[in-house]
């Protein structure tokens, strides 16, 4: 495994598109300045990895519908991409209805590759969520799942990292499965991430050759879904309770033990704890 680098896994070759010539292209290397667009730039892990990439040099876009490009409707979509080496997608659909969530996201990532086509971008980066493919029971999943099968059958050489939740997401766990002063959750197990971690490791894969697969990105620790909510709660000083229920549904979907964590040793870790990041960011008693 790498601590918050880049290492491709022994037994693992990269695994070329084969009916594609341009996925045996390499991306520039890291001591060339690229120009980087990062749709979604200006949100969570946006903001920070177009701050990241800006400081070692690249000329780096920060897209967003705010911003005048919107990859969905396709608005300045090309002129943002004109003579750009890389594309990392770190977008959010703004609603999670099945339907809505599903059309965003092919919406988004077909204008995304049939624009980078034209433009003659070398790498397509996207981030993407542990366990997408166990998960498909919800309909945000499936739009995650469409979105990874659109970039792998696309000429456009690609690296897909898949990140485990966020440190910064526990809150919004913690809402759903809220009724009255009681917190219902399982103990399945997750392996929350910082926000800034995940930017880090985006920031070097995209000036890194692609790797036509998928990479999984993990927090340095499991821990019991049920047990970081409590944790976070208890930081916060908030008054609901958590009770551990192994029939508790995640957002509306079942899980098993390991839904949410990598299979095995994820290949990227990490580096900050979760009781680290809680005691910095959490009011002082």
């Not at 990269?14 to 390499?26: A, I």
């Not at 409707?73 to 959010?92: H, R």
């Not at 309909?139 to 792998?152: D, N, P, V």
């Amino acid at each position: 495994m790498t601590v918050i680098g880049i290492q491709q896994l022994p037994g693992k070759p990269k695994r070329d598109h084969p009916t594609s010539v341009m996925k045996n292209q390499t991306s520039e290397t890291k001591s060339k300045t690229m120009k980087i667009v990062i749709i979604g730039g200006t949100g969570l892990v946006g903001a920070k990895l177009v701050n990241n990439l800006r400081q070692q040099g690249h000329e780096v876009v920060a897209a967003s519908p705010s911003r005048g490009i919107n990859s969905v409707t396709g608005e300045g979509l090309a002129a943002a991409l004109a003579g750009a080496q890389v594309v990392v997608d770190v977008s959010n659909a703004p609603s999670w209805e099945d339907k809505a969530v599903l059309e965003f996201f092919e919406s988004s990532t077909r204008n995304l590759l049939a624009t980078e086509t034209v433009a003659g971008v070398r790498h397509h980066v996207a981030l993407s969520v542990v366990g997408t493919d166990r998960l498909l029971a919800s309909g945000y999943f499936r739009a995650k799942m469409a979105q990874e099968k659109l970039i792998q059958t696309s000429p456009i050489p690609y690296t897909i990292v898949r990140s485990t939740q966020f440190f910064e997401f526990v809150g919004s766990i913690a809402n759903s499965a809220t009724d009255g002063l009681s917190v219902r959750l399982p103990s399945a197990l997750m392996q929350p991430i910082v926000s800034d971690d995940v930017a880090a490791v985006l920031a070097s894969v995209a000036v890194a050759e692609p790797m036509n697969r998928m990479v999984d990105l993990a927090g340095p620790n499991a821990i019991p879904l049920d047990e970081v909510v409590r944790q976070f709660l208890k930081a916060n000083r908030d008054p609901r309770t958590v009770i551990t229920d192994e029939q508790s549904p995640y957002f509306g979907i079942p899980l098993k033990h390991r839904s949410l964590v990598p299979d095995g040793t994820p290949s990227r870790l990490g580096a900050t704890h979760f009781e680290t990041w809680l005691r910095r960011s959490t009011p002082n008693p």
